[in-house]
């Protein structure tokens, strides 16, 4: 049977140089709900989010301690295989990046990447994952087209298709909508919704109103110190610490 808890993080310290971006966080993430990460700016929700895929480690005089357990692994022991962790990751960021080639070869860069070459077997891939977002019958006609002739809301779909593609076990998302109009918003809000039956979600998002649409569980950070964590209804509705309650009110940021 398999754990309820898909991340567990652990006496998790972050340093960049000599300031402390987290500070001792310990939290379990349940599997196959959306956890949204929330706190003000410059709080450390980027920075946890990117400890779980090892991005992290990409930052000039990063020091990381403690443990972060998926699926019972730590990924942050020395002898973990970082492609092998980043594979079970898919991230949306905050702007959409998609490749300098086309829609299709977007979608199939991470299958052909993990081996996958025969075609008929791409093309079922591509179609798949570009249907799973919503974006077959929008692109179906020109999959040959450069990825950047898409709009931008358009290509944050094609970067969750080509995330998805890989078949990642967790979707992380960082500030995935902050930069779409508020259609394409909603497309990507009611995606992860649907998404989540199949997979962990963890979002960071300074957006209330959405964390409240979107969440079953909330982690509040606050100058790098995890302040409160649990049911998203609870959260919001009767939160235990002062500061989360001023943080909702809108009296902190």
């Known amino acids: 049977?398999?754990?309820?808890?898909?991340?567990?993080?652990?006496?998790?310290?972050?340093?960049?140089?000599?300031?402390?971006?987290?500070?001792?966080?310990?939290?379990?993430?349940?599997?196959?709900?959306?956890?949204?990460?929330?706190?003000?700016?410059?709080?450390?929700?980027?920075?946890?989010?990117k400890s779980f895929n090892r991005l992290i480690d990409m930052t000039e005089g990063v020091r990381v301690s403690g443990k972060i357990l998926v699926d019972g692994e730590n990924i942050l022991d020395p002898k973990a295989e970082v492609t092998h962790i980043r594979k079970k990751m898919g991230l949306l960021s905050q702007n959409p990046y998609p490749l300098p080639m086309s829609i299709y070869d977007n979608v199939a860069y991470g299958p052909r990447l993990h081996g996958i070459k025969d075609k008929r077997k791409l093309d079922e891939i591509v179609e798949h994952y570009l249907k799973e977002t919503s974006l077959w019958s929008e692109v179906k006609n020109r999959l040959r087209s450069p990825a950047s002739k898409l709009s931008i809301g358009q290509q944050q779909r094609l970067c969750l298709a080509r995330g998805l593609a890989v078949k990642p076990v967790i979707i992380l998302g960082d500030e995935p909508t902050s930069a779409l109009d508020p259609k394409s918003s909603q497309a990507i809000e009611e995606k992860f919704i649907k998404l989540k039956d199949e997979y962990?979600?963890?979002?960071?998002?300074?957006?209330?109103?959405?964390?409240?649409?979107?969440?079953?569980?909330?982690?509040?950070?606050?100058?790098?110190?995890?302040?409160?964590?649990?049911?998203?209804?609870?959260?919001?509705?009767?939160?235990?610490?002062?500061?989360t309650k001023d943080y909702i009110k809108g009296t902190i940021s």
């Open 1 to 49: 049977m398999k754990n309820e808890f898909h991340i567990i993080v652990s006496n998790l310290n972050v340093f960049y140089g000599r300031e402390q971006a987290l500070k001792d966080i310990n939290v379990k993430i349940p599997d196959k709900k959306i956890t949204a990460i929330i706190g003000p700016s410059g709080c450390g929700k980027s920075t946890l989010l």
């Open 200 to 243: 962990t979600i963890v979002i960071v998002t300074h957006i209330l109103r959405q964390a409240k649409r979107l969440a079953d569980y909330v982690i509040f950070l606050y100058l790098g110190q995890l302040i409160e964590h649990g049911n998203a209804s609870d959260i919001f509705e009767n939160p235990k610490m002062e500061m």
